[in-house]
């Protein structure tokens, strides 16, 4: 569907007289009166805050097309002005680009889970999320086990694997705390050290065969 045509195409500027912050936009119109004043989310809550009759608009300069407004408006409307405090224009003119750019919201978004990951409730959470995310996947039979066959760990794997263990198998919290090895001349079985007794009874002896 082609575009309406209109009889005016201009650059304006809007500024509110209370502190002086000012939006500059394009419009095309038949009415140069229309009372038209700017759309953008700052204009808009500005005029929200200080009312509409504390900002002025002024027509800077005319344009033949609406293709030579966006051009213009591009020029003038660039990230040099939106750097500006005063300035309540968020996008590049003639674009419907952001400034925060893909870029920026990379960066923003490296920043935020830089952030989260020092947040313990955040940690924890995640852990909580894992540990039913694995819970169902091995329930559903998706996990396989890694093959190992005729692979190796590096002696700077080992070493780490060696140091990281060397903390959690000491005394109560090695895993094979308080338990050995018994055998009744057939069978290895091992117990915990308080059912030693009973299983001697029974001719079992300590060790494996």
């Known amino acids: 569907m082609p575009r309406k045509k209109y009889l005016h195409h201009f650059i304006y500027k809007t500024t509110c007289i209370i502190n002086s912050k000012y939006y500059i936009g394009m419009h095309s119109t038949n009415n140069l009166n229309d009372g038209y004043i700017g759309s953008g989310s700052r204009l808009r809550n500005s005029v929200r805050a200080h009312g509409r009759d504390s900002h002025r608009i002024?027509?800077?300069?005319?344009?033949?097309?609406?293709?030579?407004?966006?051009?213009?408006?591009?020029?003038?409307?660039n990230r040099e002005i939106l750097n500006d405090p005063l300035c309540m224009n968020l996008i590049i003119g003639g674009e419907a680009k952001p400034l925060f750019d893909m870029e920026a919201r990379s960066k923003g978004a490296k920043a935020t889970n830089e952030k989260n990951w020092k947040d313990p409730r955040f940690i924890e959470?995640?852990?909580?999320?894992?540990?039913?995310?694995?819970?169902?996947?091995?329930?559903?039979?998706?996990?396989?086990?890694?093959?190992?066959?005729?692979?190796?760990?590096?002696?700077?794997?080992?070493?780490?694997?060696?140091?990281s263990n060397s903390g959690k198998q000491k005394g109560e919290r090695n895993s094979q705390f308080g338990t050995f090895w018994i055998n009744n001349g057939e069978i290895n079985k091992k117990i915990k050290k308080e059912g030693l007794t009973l299983y001697e009874t029974k001719g079992w002896k300590r060790g494996r065969i």
Do not use: A, M
Request: charged share 40%; hydrophobic share 30%; proline share 2%.
């Open 58 to 77: 002024d027509i800077l300069e005319f344009l033949d097309s609406r293709e030579l407004l966006s051009l213009r408006e591009k020029e003038i409307v």
């Open 125 to 163: 959470k995640i852990k909580k999320v894992g540990s039913k995310t694995f819970k169902r996947l091995w329930e559903e039979n998706k996990l396989s086990t890694p093959d190992w066959t005729g692979k190796t760990h590096s002696e700077e794997s080992k070493l780490k694997i060696g140091i």
